[in-house]
């Protein structure tokens, strides 16, 4: 199965970037009740809350992850992923495969 890759957006509305580390855990989850966004995925670290959003925008979704648009139906309610890298521009993350995997047996 291909990797999916997605950007962690809005940091610097939270805790920034600066904590995060590759391969730290994040969990994503459908906003449902977002007014400025109907496939808004909020991301998510444990003992931390909201760190951000899944990038959904082409001004905010780096090289060639994937936006919130093109994640969102391919997801429950919700989903893993892992850091990968932190850049200046922005946090790269790899959707977990098992996201997709339980979504797919639904």
Same mark, same amino acid.
């Not at 200046?88 to 047996?105: P, R, Y």
């Given at each position: 199965?291909?990797?999916? *890759?997605?950007? @962690? ?9 600066? *904590? *995060?580390?590759?391969? /730290?855990?994040?969990? @994503?989850?459908?906003?449902? +009740? &977002? ?9 998510? $670290?444990? !003992?931390?809350?909201? $760190? !951000? %959003?899944?990038? &959904? ?5 780096? !090289?060639?992850? /994937?936006?919130?648009?093109?994640? %969102? +139906?391919?997801? !429950? ?13 922005? $946090? @790269? ?6 996201? @997709?995997?339980?979504?797919?047996? +639904?």
């Amino acid at each position: 199965m291909k990797k999916i *890759f997605f950007t @962690l957006a809005g940091t610097k509305h939270y805790y920034g970037s600066e *904590f *995060f580390k590759p391969e /730290m855990r994040v969990q @994503l989850e459908k906003e449902e +009740d &977002n007014e400025y966004d109907t496939e808004a995925i909020v991301v998510k $670290v444990e !003992g931390l809350g909201k $760190v !951000g %959003y899944v990038a &959904n925008s082409p001004f905010t979704v780096l !090289g060639e992850s /994937m936006s919130a648009g093109r994640i %969102y +139906d391919k997801i !429950g309610k919700k989903a893993f992923g892992e850091v990968v890298f932190v850049m200046s521009q922005g $946090v @790269l993350c790899k959707l977990d495969e098992k996201s @997709l995997l339980d979504w797919q047996q +639904d």
